[in-house]
């Protein structure tokens, strides 16, 4: 559990990273959109979060949560008159009860057959999508989405760029935080030890659907980003394929803390979009990143830098402990 002390520092650091983040981008459009796309990436990875790291529990229908929010967000916000502050919030709201619905009818499943299900249902909803023709505007999807408005107040890009990037800081703290609140320890405990759980009183089923529904809510930003930034939704952009490439941001990035999922995020837009000299091969680069630090550094490389300081620090007490005791 996080102490005062290091709770602040974690709020200072990240947060000055945050700004820096900002600060690198600023100016740049194709920096920009990096950064809009990774930040994309990064609520999906921090919605898998808590139901799947924390918690244990497969869902592989983060595409449909995806789906959820980019197109509320483009049929309230960008073909109606609805502010962003309004369509933003109610595409949450339907991502998360579209997850309490299907985390009560597989409720009794884990494991494979958990990810198998919500899969199907991952694949369903992409044919709805194209099926729905008057409500998605099926294969075509929704096209000439118009600037956003917040506020009363079109949203420029540089503005959208560090709203999203202090949003990702705020939900990755929030969920550090989580982590360590009784709640999450729950949740924690629940994955290895579900029986214990429920014998406190804690009912397993409420924890599980609780973490579903957070962590589809926090998906649907990623989506409503989307269509924000793309200003056109097919359903194609939904297929169940990102939801494979999602899972091991994580994973990647370290399991310890939250902001592991942001780092994987980051790692997945660089091995994949940004390191040109691999050209074609920045995916088959990322899957054999992937293999090597979950064979070598299962905990991530977050996790690792983490044990670094940790050591640092414990070394740096001991020597000040000896040099104590030898003048004493």
């Known amino acids: 559990m996080l102490r ?26 194709y920096l920009e959109a990096v950064a809009l796309l990774t930040c994309t990436y990064a609520f999906i990875a921090l919605g898998m979060y808590l139901p799947f790291i924390m918690g244990g529990a497969l869902s592989m ?11 509320a967000m483009a049929l309230l916000a960008t073909r109606g008159d609805w502010d962003l502050a309004w369509s933003l919030p109610i595409g949450m ?27 199907l249902f991952g694949i369903a909803f992409t044919t709805w999508l194209v099926d729905a023709e008057s409500v998605t505007g099926g294969s075509g999807g929704l096209q000439g989405l118009r600037v956003p408005v917040f506020a009363g107040k079109p949203l420029s890009n540089s503005t959208l760029v560090m709203l999203t990037i202090l949003a990702v800081w705020i939900v990755a703290l929030a969920l550090s935080r989580l982590r360590n609140s009784p709640f999450g320890v729950a949740v924690r405990a629940r994955r290895r030890a579900a029986i214990a759980v429920e014998s406190c009183g804690i009912p397993v089923s409420t924890l599980t659907l609780v973490s579903l529904a957070l962590g589809a809510a926090v998906a649907s930003v990623g989506g409503s980003l989307f269509a924000v930034t793309n200003h056109a ?8 394929d990102i939801v494979f490439l999602c899972i091991f941001m994580p994973l990647l990035g370290g399991q310890d803390r939250p902001w592991g999922a942001v780092l994987g995020a980051v790692l ?15 995916s088959l680069f990322f899957s054999l990143a992937v293999l090597l630090v979950l064979v070598i550094a299962p905990r991530g490389v977050l996790g ?13 007490h001991a020597k000040t402990q000896g040099g104590a005791a030898r003048n004493g």
């Open 4 to 29: 005062g002390g290091s709770a602040w520092v974690e709020s200072i650091v990240t947060l000055a990273l945050a700004i820096a983040a900002m600060v690198a981008v600023h100016g740049s459009p």
């Open 61 to 71: 229908a983060y595409n449909a949560y995806l789906g959820v929010g980019a197109y």
């Open 93 to 119: 709201i339907i991502a998360a009860a579209t997850a309490v619905v299907l985390g009560f009818a597989t409720r009794r499943l884990s494991g494979f057959y958990l990810a198998a299900v919500t899969l």
């Open 233 to 240: 939704i097919v359903p194609e952009s939904f297929a169940v």
């Open 268 to 282: 997945v837009v660089t091995f994949t979009f940004q390191l040109t000299f691999f050209k074609e091969t920045g």
């Open 304 to 316: 690792y830098v983490l044990i670094g300081l940790q050591k640092l620090r414990g070394g740096g």
